[in-house]
């Protein structure tokens, strides 16, 4: 996936670089020397059964892990060098919303927009609340918001200091639909601002948003396409290696 | 984004939460009232026997026993829906995230001294302090910004393993023995003998170089205490 630079002529630049990752933990080795890059704008879907090193990935793009080995750059920027502008660039959407329950919903938008350095701060989350249909719980604390409500205004505390590149890690899990549908026409609002990188089980989704599919198994790149393949055929492959990863 | 900006969103942050909920504040304020009424029976074998050496002791064993209930509660509510990956996330220096909490905890514990102290004075102390006030002040703070250091370096480093709320008082307790003893002994002399600070130079200088000590210490390694 990685492309040289003379074949690179005239193409968006990369705004995210894997070269030889590795992590372990202990003794355990979860990623075994991942390569790949994503261009400007792109989307990259990341497929794999449970424990192959997806969301391990995403948290070392994040500058939430640090790599054991190999070079990673995200918008520029070595994210074991230099993490800070690394985590001005990114936002990050986990299923775990991480949100403080006992503030209510402008309070954690202010303490993150204070913490970011947001402009326009109150203006900002007014836009944020009213975009994913929270204005009116905008006092409440978010103890009392259902899941999929928690999961809107995690949506907006990532994207509430306009990252370039966003990471998703399961982002529709556990939403109901109306929740689906409003996470999806925000990512289709905002789609030709940022680079994606999506950790997913949902195939259907992952095929229908990423320009760039892979799937890991047991920390190595297993396979990669670009979009635009034949999806009954990507789908076969992911049931494949889906087994393959679960029978391990 | 300034530093300093961060360290008031993060301690403003606390603070909200602290005072909606004040699950920390309550269950450290009951611990001390029932330490001092458990001290008082324990400690009065005989009617009308003088305690006053015993007191520098039992107050600050009961602030520090307090303060690790604090200091677990203080970082749970950070692991709760991943907050800390939330605060990991932002581009914070490290540092600043330790004094922040470490500046919550201080607060947090200087709430409890206000409703401890004079409850404790009515208990424990025949001799009247009034005048001795401004010493005892300097003594309470110089402790308190120790304990607070050591025990927001050492809840961050435990908070992440399965068995934090063990680990944190095996870490803490040998450790904060030096400010236990220069503290308890200022202490006992300010309400025994009227110390001034000229008696007190000694402790309150070994007090300034520990806290000098650990905020260095946590200044360096803090950074590593909080990630993986």
Redesign the interface.
């Known amino acids: 996936m990685s492309d040289s630079p003379d074949r690179r002529e005239g193409a968006a630049p990369l705004e995210i670089e894997v070269e030889g990752l590795r992590k372990t933990f202990g003794r355990r080795e979860v990623l075994k020397g991942l390569s790949f890059s994503l261009e400007r704008g792109g989307f990259l879907s990341i497929f794999g059964p449970n424990g192959a090193g997806k969301t391990t990935t995403l948290r070392v793009l994040?500058?939430?892990?640090?790599p054991s080995a190999g070079r990673i750059t995200v918008a520029g920027h070595d994210v074991r060098e230099d993490p800070?502008?690394v985590?001005?660039a990114?936002g990050?959407i986990?299923h775990?919303?991480?949100?403080?329950?006992?503030?209510t919903a402008q309070?954690n938008l202010r303490?993150?927009a204070?913490?970011?350095?947001v402009e326009g701060r109150e203006a900002r989350i007014t836009e944020l609340l009213e975009r994913l249909e929270l204005s009116h719980r905008r006092y409440d604390?978010v103890r009392t918001f259902s899941k999929g409500m928690r999961q809107r205004l995690a949506i907006a505390?990532a994207i509430l200091h306009r990252p370039r590149v966003l990471l998703l890690d399961e982002p529709h899990s556990g939403l109901d639909p109306r929740a689906v549908d409003i996470f999806d026409g925000l990512l289709a609002d905002i789609r030709a601002e940022h680079t994606f990188v999506m950790v997913t089980h949902n195939i259907a989704k992952g095929l229908e948003l990423g320009t760039r599919l892979m799937i890991v198994e047991s920390g190595r790149i297993a396979y990669e396409q670009a979009a635009g393949g034949d999806p009954a055929s990507f789908t076969a492959v992911y049931r494949e290696h889906v087994q393959e990863g679960s029978a391990l | 984004?300034?530093g300093w900006?961060?360290f008031?969103?993060?301690l403003?942050?606390d603070l909200?939460?602290e005072l909606?909920?004040r699950d920390m504040l309550v269950s450290m304020i009951l611990f001390v009232l029932l330490a001092m009424v458990i001290f008082h029976y324990a400690f009065t074998v005989k009617e009308n026997a003088d305690l006053t050496y015993f007191t520098g002791g039992m107050l600050w064993v009961t602030f520090i026993f307090a303060m690790l209930l604090g200091l677990n509660r203080s970082f749970a509510?950070e692991k709760?829906?991943?907050?800390l990956?939330?605060?990991?996330?932002?581009?914070?220096d490290r540092v600043t995230i330790f004094f922040a909490k470490s500046a919550g905890n201080l607060i947090f514990l200087l709430i409890i001294q206000a409703v401890a102290v004079p409850v404790f004075t009515l208990f424990f102390i025949e001799h009247n302090y009034a005048g001795d006030l401004l010493p005892f002040l300097v003594v309470l703070l110089l402790a308190d910004v120790g304990i607070c250091a050591l025990g927001t370096l050492l809840a961050t480093i435990s908070m992440n393993t399965r068995s934090r709320d063990l680990l944190l008082p095996i870490l803490l307790l040998p450790l904060i023995v030096p400010v236990l003893i220069a503290a308890t002994g200022a202490t006992t002399l300010i309400f025994a003998e009227g110390a001034g600070f000229a008696d007190l130079a000694a402790r309150l200088l070994f007090l300034l170089g520990f806290d000098a000590v650990f905020l260095v210490a946590a200044w360096g390694t803090y950074d590593f205490a909080i990630?993986?």
């Open positions: 994040a500058t939430l892990l640090t800070m502008p985590r001005r990114i990050l986990s775990d919303p991480m949100l403080y329950l006992d503030l309070e303490f993150y204070d913490m970011y350095g604390v505390r | 984004m300034s900006a961060q008031r969103a993060i403003r942050k909200i939460r909606r909920t509510q709760d829906e991943r907050c990956d939330g605060l990991l996330l932002c581009p914070v990630g993986e």
